[in-house]
């Protein structure tokens, strides 16, 4: 089985996701063996305990500082024997020791069609908000590599979601979560699990 850590901030919606197809064998050879939270006390560690998966808390504050945070991010991955790190509303920000440590092997999931609506400051609900306020008719979610700049890597999938006259930030948010992220990601994952072991089996 080729290993995953998810890295979660918040309520772990799509690391439900991710868990409810790994539960119905739908990700291919991949196997989620590690949680980790940037932030103590979120849904999302709890989600991860009902599912048996083991889970830890990195904080960026209690490491003092981005480099130590990335030091012992890595460690931890490299410890656990992580092959692929997917990034599932994880709200900080990797440096160069992780991203070079994993390269093409970290993926992130944002909740638009990218280049729109992405880079610093376009996480959460402000994406929904900007979509509404510029008017555009179609927005989605866009599974993509990560490397040193925001939202900037390579595009792996994407899907488009219509926006409803009457939409809120708040419903758009969830449409765009059950319509693409929670169907994106996990296929995206199972994707390059499947590369991953097909590497590995070569060598």
């Known amino acids: 089985m ?9 309520g772990g919606t799509n690391l439900q996701a991710l868990i409810d197809r790994q539960q119905a064998g739908e990700l291919g050879c991949g196997q989620i ?4 939270s ?14 048996g998966i083991e889970s830890m808390v990195i904080s960026r504050k209690e490491c003092g ?6 030091k012992k991010l ?20 990797l440096g160069k020791e992780v991203i070079d440590a994993y390269p093409n092997r970290i993926i992130n999931i944002h909740p638009s069609l990218i280049p729109s609506f992405c880079g610093n400051g376009f996480y959460g609900l ?5 979509a509404l306020e510029y ?4 927005t989605g979610a866009t599974v993509h590599f990560v490397n040193e700049v925001t939202d900037g890597g390579s595009i792996i999938l994407q ?3 219509y926006i409803e006259p009457d939409d809120t930030p708040e419903t758009l948010q969830r449409r765009v979560m059950e319509q693409a992220e929670w169907e994106l990601l996990p296929k995206a994952t199972a994707m390059l699990c499947e590369e991953i072991q097909k590497e590995k089996d070569n060598k």
């Open 2 to 10: 080729v290993k995953i850590a998810v890295l979660v901030s918040g």
């Open 33 to 36: 063996s590690l949680v980790i």
């Open 38 to 51: 940037s932030r103590a006390g979120v849904y999302a560690l709890e989600r991860a305990e009902k599912a």
């Open 65 to 70: 500082s981005a480099e130590n945070f990335d």
């Open 74 to 93: 890595v460690s931890e991955l490299k410890s656990h024997g992580i092959e692929l790190v997917v990034l599932a509303g994880f709200l900080s920000i």
């Open 126 to 130: 402000k994406v929904h908000e900007a």
């Open 135 to 138: 008017g555009v008719k179609v």
């Open 159 to 161: 899907k488009a979601v």
